[in-house]
């Protein structure tokens, strides 16, 4: 249910190739869409910079006094095709709203889309449900890069101080326990569940939440989630997960893997807890902790999001 890669790069990427806006269309094809489309060849792996570089220069630049118009145009085009990778986010700007999407393959070239100048595409999947987001409702940060000049910008440094400042937020004391719980629900909706329950405080045996994924598209895995809204300090103990263990053999659910979710941290004894059980026991329990969970907000979160 996590990223496939330890850390994913964040791009920003205008979608107006020879000034038209195409965002709807980029939306309606699921893919990323970027100009330059006479330039051919650019896909040659075995392309270094500078003959990358010649190619638009050739086509675009020729009469240029100097190389700046070149390489600022394949600065953009090398981003795209040789730096995204499958799996990292790209944020696409749209008047007073943006766009999220999560790259799903490489590179290609539309022959058929070469005459209005959107050829060179990469498959993607939008997040959030295709809808926009407002940029009043974005992290400073976001916004900010968002104003970069250029068509397709390395965001990658603001994905960690996203990261850095969701944690911080998830840590303010400004939200309490029932809204903690709410959050993890729009995550794990964000992760792909099919269903998910909030347990009621009454019935409450050890598990907060439950969540129903489909594996291969019919194999039901039922998670449970007990959730900490913790600071740092103390670390969440081997208590905690003692407690979820509680609510895996009260049976409400027959629960298949176990999770821990914190803002804060976990103490040593905690995992050792949840390394026993899944070993004795058959049902694996995962510890999120605070950053992790940050990072999980950021990168799938959105998909929930109004």
Known sequence: MGSQRAEKKAFVLRIA??????????LGSDHLI???AEARGLLNPELGWDAFREIIRNVYYADAENLRNAGSAAGNMWR?????????????PSGASFYVGMVKGPAFYDLSRVDEDSAYRRPVEWLN????????IAKSALVSRMKVQGTCANATDLQRRLISETLEELRSGRMESFGFER???TVL???????TRIVPRREDKGIDIYATFLVAGA??????IQAKHFQPEPPVSAEVVDQLIRGIEAGQERVTLGMVITSGTFRDDAAARAEAYGEEKGIPIELVDGEQFAKMIIEYGLREKR
């Open 219 to 224: 194999f039901r895995q039922i998670v449970g």
């Open 189 to 195: 909706k964000g992760l792909g569940a099919v269903e």
């Open 129 to 136: 449900g295709k809808r926009s987001i407002p940029r009043a």
């Open 17 to 26: 190739p020879s000034g038209i806006d195409r965002v709807a269309e980029a």
């Open 183 to 185: 959050l993890i629900e």
């Open 34 to 36: 970027i100009g330059w």
């Open 80 to 92: 795209f095709i040789r730096e995204m990778d499958e799996g990292d986010l790209v944020v696409v």
